[in-house]
């Protein structure tokens, strides 16, 4: 998967990636995909193109539990999130849900990078200044929740939870 990157900082929650006040109205991902993190860059939203990347520091998610936040990420057509390190119950639920969450180093990473991603080799390219990462794959467990597109879709197919 390629992508081009959109950077952001350390420590973005949830309430900063869809505000609490747009989930009132509506609980449609697809309808609050306009505020993505809005309150930290007002025009990202507009800049995203189906498949760019969001690329963090650390602790990615951090806040609530509001499955929301990696909902509306997806639903914005933002194919993974690559951090230094995530909040566990983020992770979770974007892994339920089938977002790729991608946990390395990504202090070289710049704002517009183009990236491409091969998941089954642990590696992430940078193609624009030509240098390469590594990452460890996820759990066996998370992996295969994954690869069904989440965990609805793993249970429709199987009647369980993974062994």
Do not use: W
Request: aromatic content about 8%.
């Amino acid at each position: 998967m390629k992508g081009k990157a959109h950077r952001l900082g350390d420590d973005i929650n949830t309430d900063y990636i869809i505000a609490g006040k747009h989930k009132r109205d509506t609980f449609a991902a697809a309808a609050m995909v306009p505020h993505l993190l809005e309150d930290i860059d007002p025009g990202l939203q507009a800049r995203i193109v189906p498949g760019d990347l969001l690329v963090a520091g650390r602790n990615f998610g951090c806040g609530s539990s509001r499955e929301a936040a990696p909902m509306v990420i997806q639903a914005a057509g933002i194919r993974a999130v690559l951090a230094r390190s995530f909040a566990r119950i983020f992770f979770r639920n974007s892994i339920n849900i089938g977002l790729l969450l991608i946990e390395c180093d990504t202090s070289d990473i710049r704002d517009g990078d183009v990236l491409e991603i091969d998941p089954a080799q642990g590696t992430v390219r940078d193609e624009t200044r030509g240098f390469e990462l590594r990452f460890k794959n996820l759990p066996a467990t998370m992996s295969a929740i994954f690869a069904e597109g989440g965990l609805i879709a793993y249970l429709k197919k199987y009647g369980r939870f993974p062994q």
